[in-house]
């Protein structure tokens, strides 16, 4: 196995030492890394750590090329006002000393800061996606030495808990009206499909035990019938994936006929399980994508993990009906998305250790074998893995954790990962990370130590 580090937002921490840490990430077996957002002075230290340092200037690390916009009709974005041009430099010889080594490079968020779109919806709006492709073109062309980029998003929300709507994008506040013409364009009704929004959201707060208990278990029809056998709902769900599979395929054959060289692309859904309900649906997407990272972040709490969604949903659920169990709300979650999980059963205090071995052995190796399925090469799966002490603010996974999600992962027939972000790295987990994929990690003979910085 072997893997690709990401480097997000402090790329300072990286490209000042350069050598040092490419040297140490290739012995431990890095052979990829990912920088991104390409923007210098952005060091952000968790909530739960100390203040972030001041004075850094925060600027992109290129201007950006006019002709490559007006090529699209679009408007450039403004030029930074701080050029930085020591900085740009070095960050230029720090990806060139990647590929120096080996090692593939990719920019993360090529399309962050495309100039002024068109007023329609993102996923829809020709101007704006224009607006983004040439964003990733003059990304891509300031730096040859990319082999591709990888995006994170837009995508259709999954969370249903209130408190959460704040921080992540929510299921039923996503058919603005702005997405009535894409839902026209594709052959949807939109007020039907706000009808059925609306319907699933009483149905939410007026869950019948009895519906749970005699269809939640009974596959497509019976989970159909438990939802209120709504075709509308069908629909909408349909409409999620059919509308982000053709805005990332108008991405792909966009940058394709604009570059004059080629490079791979990738995308990062959910995890297979909700992966479908955020619109992407692995098996299309792999039809024309180049790789697919789905998140394997089965953390607990935080916003992404897999554990904290389930738990929010169960909690969520409960907190909208009596009469109803913590069974229910598992058995309606495992309706809607085919998940398991061994050892949580009637008390919401069973969550508190899902991330038990048969965890690993089960939801981890099903997780990763559903991503594998849609692809014809292994190597075009690189989930994002986040674990240590912090995982996207969520509970800390341990270096055990860890083991046991690379081994099942291994196990099921996964051979790269792309880790989530080098700032997080933590010492259990470069030991486990380089004993897996390079020669272990031994701090008393190594000059490199993981920054282990708790950075966002």
């Known amino acids: 196995?072997?893997?690709?580090?990401?480097?997000?937002?402090?790329?300072?921490?990286v490209m000042n030492d350069h050598e040092r840490i490419l040297d140490a990430w290739a012995e431990g077996g890095v052979d990829g890394v990912v920088f991104g957002p390409l923007v210098f002075g952005t060091a952000r230290l968790s909530k739960h750590a100390l203040p972030a340092p001041t004075g850094d200037i925060v600027a992109e690390a290129y201007d950006p090329n006019p002709a490559v916009y007006a090529g699209l009709g679009v408007e450039p974005p403004s030029p930074p006002e701080q050029k930085l041009p020591e900085k740009r430099a070095l960050l230029e010889r720090t990806m060139n000393a990647a590929k120096d080594r080996g090692m593939q490079v990719y920019c993360m968020y090529a399309d962050g800061g495309a100039g002024p779109g068109g007023t329609g919806h993102q996923l829809h709006d020709d101007r704006t996606l224009a607006s983004r492709v040439a964003r990733m073109v003059d990304t891509l062309e300031h730096f040859p030495m990319a082999d591709g980029a990888v995006m994170d998003g837009p995508e259709w929300g999954y969370e249903i808990a209130p408190h959460h709507m704040a921080q992540r994008s929510c299921f039923f506040q996503d058919l603005p009206e702005s997405a009535a013409p894409m839902a026209a364009d594709l052959g949807y009704d939109y007020e039907a499909m706000v009808a059925a929004k609306d319907r699933l959201l009483d149905l939410f707060h007026n869950l019948d035990p009895v519906r749970i208990r005699g269809h939640a278990r009974g596959g497509l029809v019976g989970a159909h019938r438990m939802l209120g056998a709504d075709s509308d709902l069908m629909a909408w769900l349909s409409f999620r994936t059919d509308s982000l599979t053709r805005y990332f395929r108008r991405i792909r054959e966009g940058v394709a006929a604009e570059l004059k060289r080629p490079v791979r692309l990738g995308c990062g859904p959910r995890s297979a399980a909700f992966a479908p309900l955020c619109g992407y649906d692995f098996v299309d997407l792999a039809r024309f994508m180049d790789f697919l990272l789905p998140k394997h972040y089965f953390f607990h709490r935080g916003f992404d993990g897999f554990i904290g969604t389930v738990y929010r949903y169960s909690q969520t659920l409960l907190e909208w009906n009596t009469g109803i169990s913590v069974t229910d709300t598992l058995d309606v979650v495992q309706a809607l998305f085919g998940i398991v999980l061994p050892g949580v059963g009637d008390d919401l205090l069973d969550f508190e250790s899902a991330l038990n071995p048969e965890f690993f052995e089960q939801v981890v190796t099903q997780e990763t074998r559903r991503a594998l399925a849609s692809v014809d090469d292994p190597e075009r799966i690189v989930p994002w893995l986040d674990t240590g002490r912090l995982p996207h603010d969520g509970d800390p996974m341990s270096a055990r954790d860890l083991k046991m999600l690379l081994d099942?992962?291994?196990?099921?027939?996964?051979?790269?990962?792309?880790?989530?972000?080098q700032g997080n790295l933590s010492a259990g987990e470069w030991v486990v990370i380089s004993d897996k994929c390079g020669t272990r990690w031994d701090p008393r003979k190594s000059d490199y130590q993981p920054p282990d910085e708790l950075v966002l």
């Open 1 to 13: 196995m072997k893997l690709w580090m990401d480097v997000m937002r402090d790329l300072e921490s």
């Open 408 to 421: 099942a992962a291994e196990a099921a027939g996964l051979r790269r990962f792309n880790y989530h972000h």
